[in-house]
T-cell receptor, first 113, second 113 residues
Framework: KQEVTQIPAALSVPEGENLVLNCSFT??????LQWFRQDPGKGLTSLLLIQSSQREQTSGRLNASLDKSSGRSTLYIAASQPGDSATYLC????????????FGKGTSLLVTP | DTAVSQTPKYLVTQMGNDKSIKCEQN?????MYWYKQDSKKFLKIMFS???????INETVPNRFSPKSPDKAHLNLHINSLELGDSAVYFC????????????FGPGTRLTVL
């Protein structure tokens, strides 16, 4: 059974810092990995999708890497801003389960001005 | 031009009642999902439909019955509501082939009193 772990559970950084969020998964036979952002009381916004054959994806100040063999992914946020404050969720999909997402419990990020 | 919409946004009801949550997507996707986010913010898959056919049923109590009248709609009917059903329910959609990005609705916060 796939287990997804995110470290740290919470993180507080001053504005402008670069930061890394970590995600690990126990079953490396994933199809893809997706990073989401969730603001309080809101739905999920997809940030980046990495297919199992890819090593990384970039969007603006965000860069996500994937090391499937070691069961790890990182989300790198450059030059953090207060508007980046949210919960970041990592999720993996398997082709043998209809691509339903297995989620980690998230990292709650606070960027202070 | 909302991509994935859910109604209602909030639902407060008494134990034992029956209620429904509706989901619609206008993205032309062929697969829709229901996820449950519990009080600890952990997201878990409940059901998935592909072209109106059930493809995932994650040992959810049979009080929960999804219905997909067409591939743009996936409704969730819950019978005999229990206190433990209180959660936020998210609908999502994607293209199944290739395990594409999943797009989430805003969520329905269900409170059972």
């Amino acid at each position: 059974k796939q287990e997804v772990t995110q470290i740290p559970a919470a993180l507080s950084v001053p504005e402008g810092e670069n930061l890394v969020l970590n995600c690990s998964f126990t079953d490396s036979a994933i199809y893809n990995l997706q990073w989401f952002r969730q603001d309080p009381g809101k739905g999920l916004t997809s940030l980046l999708l990495i297919q199992s054959s890819q090593r990384e994806q970039t969007s603006g100040r965000l860069n996500a890497s994937l090391d499937k063999s070691s069961g790890r992914s990182t989300l790198y946020i450059a030059a953090s801003q207060p508007g980046d404050s949210a919960t970041y969720l990592c999720a993996v999909a398997h082709s043998n389960s209809g691509y339903a997402l297995n989620f980690g419990k998230g990292t709650s990020l606070l960027v202070t001005p | 031009d909302t991509a994935v919409s859910q109604t209602p946004k909030y639902l407060v009801t008494q134990m034992g009642n029956d209620k429904s949550i509706k989901c619609e997507q206008n993205l032309g996707h062929d697969t829709m999902y229901w996820y449950k986010q519990d009080s600890k913010k952990f997201l878990k898959i409940m059901f998935s439909y592909n072209n109106k056919e059930l493809i995932i049923n994650e040992t959810v109590p049979n009080r929960f019955s999804p219905k997909s009248p067409d591939k743009a709609h996936l409704n969730l009917h819950i019978n005999s509501l229990e206190l433990g059903d209180s959660a936020v329910y998210f609908c999502a959609s994607s293209y199944l082939a290739g395990g594409d990005t999943q797009y989430f609705g805003p969520g329905t916060r269900l409170t059972v009193l």
